[in-house]
Nanobody, 123 residues
């Protein structure tokens, strides 16, 4: 399964971006989907996850109240709406397919990873 994230770009602080990600094909099971990010010189960090049916979401404290994860299972796509962006949100953002219908914040909970899309927030 290949994943490609779209929607990154350059935005001023306080602005918004919407990322999307679609696997190349549906997996054989119902999977949670997540977003991670990696800033230069830093380890990959968890951003948000959504369960298979979309009824359960969980976000990192650093993005709560600003980022919203959602999904459209008809389109087989997961989204990350990012509002009130800050310079510290600058990173490459990756989407990932969870191993099960629910997943947590550990990268080990995910089995497929996308190529990533660059988000740059200027001050």
């Amino acid at each position: 399964v290949q994943l490609q994230a779209f929607g990154g770009g350059l935005v001023q602080a306080g602005g918004s971006l919407r990322l999307s990600c679609a696997p190349s094909r549906r997996t054989s099971s119902n999977n949670a989907m997540g977003w991670f990010r990696q800033a230069p010189g830093k380890e990959r960090e968890f951003v948000a996850v959504i369960s298979w049916r979309g009824g359960s979401t969980y976000s990192a404290d650093s993005v709560k109240g600003r980022f919203t994860i959602s999904r459209d299972n008809v389109k087989n796509t997961v989204y990350l709406q990012m509002n009130s962006l800050k310079p510290e949100d600058t990173a490459v953002y990756y989407c990932a397919v969870g191993r099960k219908s629910y997943a947590g914040s550990s990268p080990a909970d995910y089995m497929y990873w996308g190529q990533g899309t660059q988000v740059t927030v200027s001050s």
